[in-house]
Nanobody, 122 residues
Framework: VQLQASGGGLVQAGGSLRLSCAASGRILSINAMGWYRQAPGKQRELVATFTSGGRTNYADSVKGRFTISRDNAKNTVDLQMNSLKPEDTAVYYC?????????????????WGQGTQVTVSS
């Protein structure tokens, strides 16, 4: 399973960016998919995810500003980020967990994308 993320960049405070992530490979099902971020010197943290059952989970710091959306048919997840703040500056990582096909049946997977830089200037 591979995750391809795109959409990062440099934006001024108050601006918007949209991140996209596409999962590919021998995927049978995705139970959870979403976005995490890691700022310099800090631990990786949850930003927004779809959990099993289709529920969304947002970090308190992004509620009301970020919106996660998902296309189950295409195995993609997007993150619309509005009203960006300098403290949103980080490398954003896509994550997906589910079940993939193997030569002998199936197995669980938990995969990270390569990360995309988001920089918000003040």
């Amino acid at each position: 399973v591979q995750l391809q993320a795109s959409g990062g960049g440099l934006v001024q405070a108050g601006g918007s960016l949209r991140l996209s992530c596409a999962a590919s490979g021998r995927i049978l099902s995705i139970n959870a998919m979403g976005w995490y971020r890691q700022a310099p010197g800090k631990q990786r943290e949850l930003v927004a995810t779809f959990t099993s059952g289709g529920r969304t989970n947002y970090a308190d710091s992004v509620k009301g500003r970020f919106t996660i959306s998902r296309d189950n048919a295409k195995n993609t997840v997007d993150l619309q980020m509005n009203s960006l703040k300098p403290e949103d500056t980080a490398v954003y990582y896509c994550n997906a967990a589910g079940v993939r096909q193997t030569s002998y049946g199936s197995t669980y997977f938990n995969q990270w994308g390569q990360g995309t830089q988001v920089t918000v200037s003040s």
